[in-house]
C-alpha cells in the first residue's frame, strides 16, 4: 500500500530536546494497534452509575484534581470494579514490558503499573514530579516517568512522560491508561510542575516523524462475547477498510467545557421527534454507555416505553417496544449519523455481564445527570463509536466520523 523504504531519521531517534528541524516523508505509513473488548464485573456498581459519575468528572472540566474542586465536587466519587471498556497492548521501557491499558479520548496522561508493576530499565527517567489523576470510575497517583515506549511493528516514541502508579482505583485487571485526549488535560496533573503540558504518544509520534499526520483514529465493532480483539487504533492516518463512504469531519465545539476534550455540537431527534436541540457533546471511548440531557433522556424514556431496571440501572423494553423502536439521529455539522434500534441495545448475549437476564432487552442510552444547557450534554461512549468510525485530529482541531459496515447491523439483538 505503501511505495519503497521509509526514510528513517535521525530526528526520528533523538528526544525532542533541540531545535533542529524534524523531516517526515509524506508516505509515512500509519501504526496500527489492536484492541480488545473486555468485561470485568467483580463490582457491585451499574454501568449507568459508573458512567454517571465518569461525567461528573468530564463536567468538572478535566481530570485533574485542581478542576474537580474547581467545580466544587468536594468528595470523591467512590470506584468500582465494574466495567465494560476496549484495552491495548504497549510496550514499555529497554528490554521492554507489555501492559494492557485502557483506550481514552477524555484524558490525555498515559501511565502504568497498577496492575503489573512497572519495571525501571536503561530507558527509564524519573522527572521530578509527582502524579494525580481523576477518572470518576477510579483514580490515579503515582511517579512520573519518561521513558521509551514501543509500539505495534516495533516503531518507539522516545522520551514519553508517563506515570508510574504508586496507589490506583477502579482498574483492576487493567495496567493503566493510554490518555489519547488533547494535551491540555493534562495540566494540572503534575505536581510541582502544574502548568506543564504533557504531549501524548500521538503528539510525540509526530513530533519524532514516526507518523506524517497528528492524528489517530479508532474503530471499534459490536461483539458477542468477552474478551474479542474487534478493533483497532490508527495514529497518523485512517484505516480505509474499516469505515464505509466518507469520513466527515466537525470543528471543535467552542461551549465549555465540552471544548476540553474531543467535544463537537450535535443535535439528536428519535425518528422524526427532536428530543434535544443543538448542543455540545464529547466523544469518549472510555465511556461504555451513550448518555444524553436530563430532560432528553426524560423524552425517550417516554417515546421507548423503557423502565427502569433496577439491577442494572438500565431502560428495559419488552420484544413489542423493541419491534417499534425507532432510529436515533445524532445530527452533527449538518449530517445524519443513524444510531439503530439494534445499536441502542445492549447485546443480549452478553445480560450477564451487566447482571441482566438472558432475553432481556436493555437500551444503552442512559441519563447524563443534569439538564441540557450545562456545556456538555451528550457523551458519544463506545457503544456508539462500535457503530461509526471516529477519528481526532490535533492538528485541524476537529473530530471525524463515518459510517461502517457494522452500521446497521442486528447482531445485540439476535445474538
Known amino acids: ?119 525501571q530499565t536503561s530507558s527509564s527517567v524519573q522527572s521530578i514530579d509527582q502524579v494525580s489523576v481523576i477518572y470518576g470510575f477510579g483514580s490515579m497517583d503515582g511517579t512520573e516517568f519518561n521513558d521509551k515506549i514501543s509500539l505495534n511493528s516495533g516503531l518507539n516514541v522516545f522520551g514519553q512522560s508517563i506515570g508510574v502508579a504508586t496507589s490506583s482505583t477502579g482498574f483492576d485487571g487493567v495496567d493503566g491508561v493510554i490518555g489519547l485526549g488533547p494535551n491540555d488535560l493534562t495540566v494540572g496533573t503534575l505536581k510541582p510542575d502544574t502548568t506543564t503540558t504533557i504531549p501524548t504518544v500521538t503528539d510525540n509520534l509526530f513530533s519524532q516523524a514516526v507518523i506524517s499526520q497528528n492524528q489517530v483514529a479508532v474503530s471499534f465493532e459490536p461483539t458477542t462475547t468477552f474478551p474479542n480483539v474487534n478493533g483497532e487504533i490508527t495514529f497518523g492516518g485512517t484505516d480505509s477498510s474499516k469505515f464505509v463512504g466518507s469520513i466527515n469531519f466537525s470543528p471543535l465545539t467552542k461551549t465549555k467545557p465540552a471544548a476540553n476534550f474531543w467535544g463537537i455540537d450535535q443535535a439528536i431527534r428519535f425518528g422524526n421527534t427532536q428530543i434535544l436541540a443543538k448542543t455540545a457533546g464529547v466523544v469518549d471511548t472510555a465511556t461504555t454507555l451513550t448518555l444524553i440531557a436530563s430532560d432528553a433522556f426524560a423524552k425517550y424514556q417516554q417515546l421507548t416505553g423503557g423502565i427502569p431496571n433496577a439491577n442494572t440501572g438500565l431502560l428495559q423494553i419488552s420484544s413489542a417496544q423493541f419491534s417499534a423502536l425507532k432510529s436515533l439521529f445524532f445530527t452533527i455539522n449538518n449530517v445524519d449519523y443513524e444510531f439503530t434500534a439494534d445499536a441502542q441495545i445492549w447485546p443480549r448475549a452478553l445480560n450477564a455481564a451487566i447482571n441482566g437476564q438472558p432475553g432481556d432487552i436493555f437500551l444503552i442510552v442512559g441519563d447524563i445527570g443534569t439538564n441540557s444547557g450545562s456545556g456538555l450534554d451528550v457523551i458519544n461512549g463506545f457503544t456508539f463509536l462500535e457503530r461509526f468510525y471516529s477519528v481526532y485530529d490535533t492538528a485541524n482541531k476537529k473530530v471525524g466520523l463515518a459510517n461502517t459496515q457494522f452500521t446497521r447491523a442486528t447482531s445485540n439483538f439476535n445474538s
Open 1 to 119: 500500500m505503501f511505495p519503497g523504504s521509509y526514510l528513517v531519521s535521525l530526528a526520528t531517534l533523538a528526544l525532542v530536546v533541540t531545535a533542529e528541524p524534524v523531516f517526515r516523508r509524506v508516505d509515512t505509513p500509519p501504526i496500527t494497534l489492536q484492541t480488545a473488548k473486555r468485561v470485568n464485573t467483580t463490582g457491585t456498581v451499574n454501568l449507568l452509575a459508573r458512567d454517571q459519575a465518569r461525567a461528573k468528572v468530564l463536567k468538572a472540566g478535566g481530570s485533574n484534581k485542581l478542576a474537580f474542586k474547581n467545580a466544587g465536587i468536594v468528595s470523591s466519587i467512590p470506584a468500582t470494579n465494574q466495567a465494560v471498556d476496549y484495552t491495548v497492548q504497549i510496550k514499555v521501557g529497554t528490554p521492554p514490558t507489555t501492559y494492557t491499558v485502557i483506550v481514552d479520548t477524555a484524558s490525555s496522561n498515559t501511565w502504568v503499573g497498577s496492575n503489573q508493576p512497572y519495571v
